[in-house]
């Protein structure tokens, strides 16, 4: 007997998910008691997969109203996925002090691998990245990228500096935008960088073209922003 196409798809995804039901369980029982796991490429450090950003949803303000919840988000961090990234910017708001002040009420600063950025032109970067470690309460992070390729040659210049001082474990690059791609590229071809942050999503897929296989090529780490483009997927 002949179907339409709306049966015939609600049928295949019912065969779909039934044989992909014990692999899904399996894979959400390991993010509970064992997330993922893998290497930044030239070392012996292990980064969860999971990690957790703090644009748009951190910039709040001092009331315990606004901040409860964010607290109760990063303990559920800290206990399912423990020493996961936890990604912020000066450019975030008020992002960087609530994640600094969350973390030392937990007394957790050692417990996730601090990642910002420098938002702004070098000739302001150094005091940003101070005011950014004032605010995060502490003196080195783990992570200092150039955000969206701000100043990119200047400010990389000074990353590297400031990771021969010891004030940042590793350096990076990033941006959120698909037309962004070939300069990343470029970069990545020519210049030195421990990470590389860049969009990616079912949606966005263009970082495999060629950013991705660079990355494998050269040793470069890589973190995804908008994996649900903001929520839309």
């Not at 999971?50 to 709040?60: C, E, H, K, L, R």
């Not at 936890?86 to 969350?102: F, H, I, Q, R």
């Not at 992070?141 to 990353?159: E, P, T, Y």
Request: hydrophobic share 40%.
């Amino acid at each position: 007997m002949p179907i339409d196409r709306r049966t015939f798809l609600g049928i295949s995804t019912a065969l779909a998910t039934l044989r992909a039901a014990p692999a899904l369980a399996a894979a959400q029982a390991a993010t509970v008691e064992a997330p993922m796991r893998r290497k930044i490429p030239g070392t012996n450090e292990q980064l969860p997969v999971i990690g957790m950003g703090t644009a748009d949803t951190f910039n709040v303000g001092r009331t315990s109203e606004e901040r409860a919840p964010l607290g109760e988000v990063l303990a559920m961090l800290l206990q399912r996925i423990p020493h996961a990234v936890v990604d912020t910017a000066p450019s975030y708001g008020s992002a960087e002090v609530v994640t600094g002040d969350l973390l030392q009420a937990a007394n957790a600063r050692r417990n996730v691998f601090v990642a910002t950025k420098i938002s702004s032109g070098a000739p302001n970067a150094i005091e940003q990245f101070t005011q950014s470690r004032a605010d995060l309460r502490s003196d080195v992070v783990d992570l200092l990228q150039v955000h969206n390729l701000i100043d990119w040659q200047n400010n990389l210049k000074l990353l590297r500096q400031l990771k021969a001082q010891g004030k940042t474990r590793y350096i990076g690059i990033t941006h959120y935008r698909e037309d962004a791609h070939d300069t990343l590229a470029q970069i990545l071809r020519t210049e030195k960088v421990d990470f590389l942050q860049v969009n990616y999503s079912l949606a966005e897929r263009n970082a495999e073209k060629t950013l991705l296989p660079l990355c494998e090529e050269r040793g470069v780490a890589v973190l995804i922003n908008r994996p649900f483009q903001d929520g839309r997927l």
